[in-house]
């Protein structure tokens, strides 16, 4: 909203620094961390009221988590209120990727309240159906799938790129679509599965924006993707500012999910949060990068694969229980080893992540 200022700058010379998407990335990262840090408290108080009992805690889960009975949920109404509105005030909202990431995040972010809200009132782990939640999460990506599509420049904005390889491009033609949906909806839901602990997916979650913060502005910048030898989409640069909303929401919100949490993200920040990542990766066309940066949900989401499947099959588990940040804690590994650990393996995978783009 603020760039519609920047035609005025003959007349007032400050109002130029609304034309840099750097500046204007640190102008939403702090908004959205003061948004968070002033309104969370009410937030929290007023979720804790009406929630009751707050996030029912699973019977068969650690003895640990027993205590941590009567924390409120849906904590991610706190970030998402931080990214849209610092996103609204400091974005382009001429670009049609802000629109529709934006979009994509709101919407799974719905998803999740809903699921959330099932699951505090009737307090059982049974939310919506599964099959119901992955239908309406494939339909809203599979949209933004098709305005990407139909927003680029064909063949390319078809096509899924490799890292490590500047020509090796593979045109997906109509399969993209539903390859995009998959996606973002395996994103929403891998970092679903990670967030358990108390501060274990918001850290993650703010590397991950971080990462794919610089990804969107050098691959929306000709000269820089150009240097980097990495595919130039153009438009792509705005995205940074909303990536920039995340690490400000994430850090807010960090402060109150710090351990022991006064509130939980739930469904609605979880699915939100991976929705968004999932849909900026695949605008950047940086859908497999995102699986070396976001590996640590990856692995959240196959370790719970895996352990169905060994029962389904064989009627043993791989885990002491999944995901495996709940392996670990049967193991004896207190809650702060696993979440800082996880830390350091985020941060890790991060930095490989952001070296394909120099490694060409």
Do not use: C
Not at 23 to 41: D, E, K, N, Q, Y
Not at 141 to 165: H, K, Q, V
Not at 315 to 332: C, D, Q, S
């Amino acid at each position: 909203m603020l760039t519609y200022l920047v035609p005025f700058a003959d007349q007032v010379s400050a109002f130029n620094v609304f034309r840099y998407i750097t500046f204007r990335t640190g102008g939403a990262m702090i908004t959205s961390a003061f948004i968070v840090f002033m309104f969370g408290p009410a937030i929290i108080n007023s979720l804790r009221i009406r929630q009751g009992r707050g996030q029912p805690i699973r019977a068969d889960g650690p003895q640990t988590h027993f205590k941590k009975a009567g924390t409120p949920t849906m904590g991610g109404l706190m970030i998402l209120t931080g990214i849209v509105i610092s996103s609204l005030l400091w974005a382009n909202l001429s670009s049609v990727y802000v629109w529709v990431v934006l979009g994509v995040t709101v919407s799974f972010g719905l998803i999740g309240f809903y699921d959330d809200y099932t699951k505090v009132t009737k307090q059982s782990h049974a939310g919506i159906s599964g099959k119901a939640r992955l239908a309406l999460e494939f339909l809203i990506a599979g949209l933004a799938a098709w305005i990407f599509m139909r927003n680029g420049a064909a063949p390319f904005s078809t096509s899924l790129t490799f890292p490590f390889f500047k020509d090796l491009i593979i045109d997906l033609g109509w399969f993209f679509i539903p390859f995009a949906a998959f996606i973002m909806a395996g994103a929403g839901n891998a970092v679903n599965l990670t967030d358990g602990l108390d501060g274990l997916a918001i850290v993650p979650i703010m590397i991950a924006a971080s990462s794919f913060g610089a990804i969107a502005y050098l691959s929306g910048n000709a000269v820089f993707a150009n240097y980097l030898q990495i595919h130039f989409v153009p438009g792509t640069g705005e995205l940074s500012v909303i990536l920039g909303a995340v690490i400000g929401a994430g850090l807010g919100f960090l402060w109150f999910n710090a351990p022991p949490a006064a509130i939980f993200m739930g469904d609605t920040g979880s699915l939100a949060m991976g929705g968004l990542i999932g849909a900026v990766a695949v605008a950047t066309k940086h859908e497999i990068v995102m699986a070396i940066i976001g590996g640590l949900f990856v692995v959240e989401a196959l370790s719970v694969i895996i352990q169905v499947a060994s029962f389904k099959l064989t009627g043993k588990r791989v885990f002491l229980m999944a995901p495996i940040h709940h392996h670990y804690e049967k193991k004896g590994w207190t809650e702060s080893q696993i979440v800082i650990r996880f830390w350091i393996v985020a941060v890790i995978l991060a930095l490989i992540g952001l070296s394909t783009l120099k490694l060409r």
